[in-house]
């Protein structure tokens, strides 16, 4: 079965640093990959997805992630963030294998200070 | 977009009794839904893939006599927690796929479960 991990499970930062959330997936054939935003009690919002193409992807809010292959991997960055960024953020993959069913990672939870 | 809606959003109920919590897609229709409990500062867990017309397929270690799901309609699921206890009290989360358009998931709010 697939699996995904996320390495970091808190981050604290200043507004205008530079943000990268690691995470790494199991899975030797085609995945879907998303990251997915959850701000203090509100639900689930989707930040990107890739399904295929461009392995740099750009999301909403100046979020965008890069899928390695050959890394298993799908890390979100945003150049500069700021004191709204503060959420958990939630890495997340599908396979078709699977039935599109969503295997989600640990959760980041990012604290940005003002 | 694509809006889903779960209701209700908070629900406390005595042990031993049954709560059901109902998911609904507003603008579109779904012929799969999926309902994750979450934990506390934890991530989400699949408990159950909701399929319209059929019977919903249960992950391992979710009791399906505990955690009854219905998808009558292409529009709405239901999950029933019956007989319930304190460690069934969490944050259960729905989502649906459209029909014509399968590679993403669509998240309700979330139903915030007391059990007392």
């Known amino acids: 079965a697939q699996s995904v991990s996320q390495h970091n499970h808190h981050v604290i930062l200043s507004e205008a640093a530079s943000l990268e959330l690691g995470c790494n997936y199991s899975y030797g054939g085609t995945v879907n990959l998303f990251w997915y935003v959850q701000y203090p009690g509100q639900h689930l919002q989707l930040l990107l997805k890739y399904f295929s193409g461009d392995p740099l992807v750009k999301g909403i809010k100046g979020f965008e992630a890069e899928f390695i292959k050959s890394k298993f991997s799908f890390n979100l960055r945003k150049p500069s963030v700021q004191w709204s960024d503060t959420a958990e953020y939630f890495c997340?993959?599908?396979?078709?294998?699977?039935?599109?069913?969503?295997?989600f990672g640990g959760g980041t939870r990012v604290l940005v200070k003002p | 977009g694509a809006v889903v809606s779960q209701h209700p959003s908070r629900v406390i109920c005595k042990s031993g009794t049954s709560v059901k919590i109902e998911c609904r897609s507003l603008?579109?229709?779904?012929?799969?839904m999926f309902w994750y409990r979450q934990f506390p500062k934890k991530s989400l867990m699949l408990m159950a893939t909701s399929n319209e017309g059929s019977k919903a397929t249960y992950e391992q270690g979710v009791e399906k006599d505990k955690f009854l799901i219905n998808h009558a309609s292409l529009t709405l699921s239901t999950l029933t927690v019956t007989s319930a206890h304190p460690e069934d009290s969490s944050f259960y989360i729905c989502?649906?796929?459209?029909?014509?358009?399968?590679?993403?998931?669509?998240f309700g709010p979330g139903t915030r479960l007391t059990v007392t």
């Open positions: 603008d579109f229709q779904a012929t799969t």
């Open positions: 989502s649906a796929h459209q029909v014509l358009a399968a590679t993403e998931q669509y």
């Open positions: 997340a993959v599908t396979i078709k294998a699977a039935g599109n069913k969503l295997t």
